[in-house]
């Protein structure tokens, strides 16, 4: 089993930044990508951007593209989400997500370990 503990959420102004963190603990040998995920009040959970483990492969949803920066500090099992240029939009509640399988995706059902969720939001 792998552990996902996220922080760093809280209320932001529009064009504010935040800096989300998720530490993971466990079997992390068997992680091979990371991600973030978020979900809005009414809406499905949708990708945001994820990192290869211990690589530097990344994805982002095209919303937050130019203003999102997902990184990792291998040595802490530490993954973040640097997020600048904030939008009412973006207000939501921020998943961490790893996954063992192989293969650049994604699609939720491609996560097996999940976090209890950050509150992120942004005030116009």
């Known amino acids: 089993q792998v552990q996902l503990v996220e922080s760093g959420g809280g209320l932001v102004q529009a064009e504010g930044s935040l800096r989300l963190s998720c530490v993971a603990s466990g079997r992390t040998f068997s992680i091979n990508r990371v991600g973030w995920f978020r979900q809005a009040p009414g809406k499905e959970r949708e990708f945001v951007a994820f990192?290869?483990?211990?690589?530097?492969?990344?994805s982002y949803a095209d919303s937050v593209k130019g203003r999102f920066t997902i990184s990792q500090d291998n040595a802490k099992n530490t993954l973040y989400l640097q997020m600048n240029n904030l939008k009412p939009e973006d207000t939501a509640v921020y998943y961490c997500?790893?996954?063992?399988?192989?293969?650049?995706?994604?699609?939720?059902?491609?996560?097996?370990?999940w976090g209890q969720g950050t509150q992120v939001t942004v005030s116009s």
């Open positions: 997500a790893a996954g063992s399988k192989l293969g650049l995706t994604t699609a939720r059902r491609d996560y097996d370990y």
């Open positions: 990192i290869i483990w211990k690589g530097s492969i990344t």
